[in-house]
């Protein structure tokens, strides 16, 4: 266990991030953080949003940050979306509902992790570096 903490403590990732998340306080803090960590992004306000920039962009991305509380189309809704288009980009799930709820809730999709608001820098490094090589 000590050596996943030091290696989640270096982790640092690359490559162009698709954050989903409706509010921008929160919006910019995550991209921040994201880029912190080494990671481009590129940011959508709503559900319809998200899912024009996944399709332009999906031969580019290496993660999805998906809140899943959205207007318009649900996160589920977003969710759902980016499965039938067949890609094999990871889908981390970020929401303040429980953790473990949320996990049942969405057994099944394609999610790769789940990062629960509020978040920090750290957290999100720990998750990531679970999810991403």
């Not at 270096?10 to 954050?19: E, I, N, P, S, T």
């Not at 921008?24 to 080494?38: C, H, I, N």
């Not at 590129?42 to 998906?66: H, P, T």
């Not at 970020?94 to 953790?99: H, N, R, V, W, Y």
Request: net charge negative; proline share 5%; no cysteine.
């Amino acid at each position: 266990m000590r050596l996943h903490r030091k290696r989640s403590a270096d982790w640092r990732g690359h490559g162009l991030v698709l954050l989903v998340e409706d509010e921008d306080p929160v919006r910019r803090y995550a991209a921040r953080t994201l880029t912190e960590l080494g990671f481009t992004v590129v940011g959508a306000a709503d559900g319809n949003e998200a899912l024009e920039i996944f399709q332009e962009r999906k031969g580019e991305l290496v993660l999805v940050v998906l809140d899943l509380t959205l207007p318009g189309l649900s996160g589920e809704a977003v969710l759902t979306g980016l499965e039938d288009h067949g890609t094999a980009v990871p889908v981390v799930l970020s929401s303040g509902a429980d953790p473990a709820t949320a996990r049942r809730r969405y057994r099944g999709h394609a999610v790769a992790g789940f990062l629960p608001k509020p978040y920090g820098l750290e957290q999100m490094r720990a998750t990531l570096s679970e999810v991403l090589p």
